[in-house]
């Protein structure tokens, strides 16, 4: 027996490799083709331009008198910015969780007490509380009133009574200064 290859050999060994060949090839190649056919669906589903835009939003919270709300958008929402008496963070400080619907502490809702932020949706179905401008109804528990079913949210948007199920959400944000902050 020798060591060399008939030729009949030789050519049933280079008709496997080029067959492993091709179909690796193929398959590398399909796959490819797949990933740019799905990137226009996948990247669709990004936020638009506009949108993106809007990701954040920089306050000044100097003309906020204390006692006082406004209401900034952001990311298409309304967000209500309090400040806060040391009556009303007293008051809201001393809320006993285990009587809230949706138990959280105030100091859990804010980085400073004199400042409240959060999202002005309310949670039972999307509408707007009342409660920012002078004369406003603000509910039984000083804070905000949604008129279309009855939520009462008291002065760190927590809700008190009513059927909606959680708080008024607290938005990322950071204090740029002392009298500056960035939502988002």
């Known amino acids: 027996m020798s060591d060399t290859a008939t030729p009949e050999q ?6 496997k490799s080029k067959r492993d060949f091709l179909f690796i090839s ?3 190649v399909g796959a490819v083709g797949t990933a740019f056919a799905a990137w226009p669906f996948i990247d669709q589903m990004n936020p638009a331009a506009d949108t993106l835009a ?6 000044d919270l100097k ?5 006082q709300s ?6 298409g929402k309304p967000v209500f910015i309090r400040h806060r008496t040391a009556k009303e963070i007293e008051d809201s400080e001393n809320v006993k969780t285990a009587d809230l619907i949706d ?3 105030d100091a859990d809702r804010v980085q400073k007490p004199e400042w409240l932020v959060m999202v002005g949706i309310c949670t039972h179905l999307g509408c707007i509380p009342k409660g920012n401008k002078p004369g406003e109804k603000k509910g039984d528990f000083g804070g905000w009133f949604c008129p ?3 939520s009462h949210y008291d002065v760190s948007g927590r809700i008190r009574k009513g059927p909606a199920p959680k708080n008024l959400p607290v938005p990322s944000y950071s204090f740029l200064s002392d009298t500056n902050i960035k939502i988002g």
Not at 54 to 59: A, D, G, K, Q
Not at 63 to 67: L, Q, S, T
């Open 10 to 15: 030789s050519a049933e060994v280079d008709d």
């Open 26 to 28: 193929t398959a590398a």
């Open 63 to 67: 003309p906020i008198e204390e006692g």
């Open 148 to 150: 279309c079913h009855g």
């Open 103 to 105: 138990p959280e502490a």
């Open 70 to 75: 406004i209401t900034v958008v952001w990311r």
């Open 54 to 59: 809007l990701s954040t939003t920089e306050v």
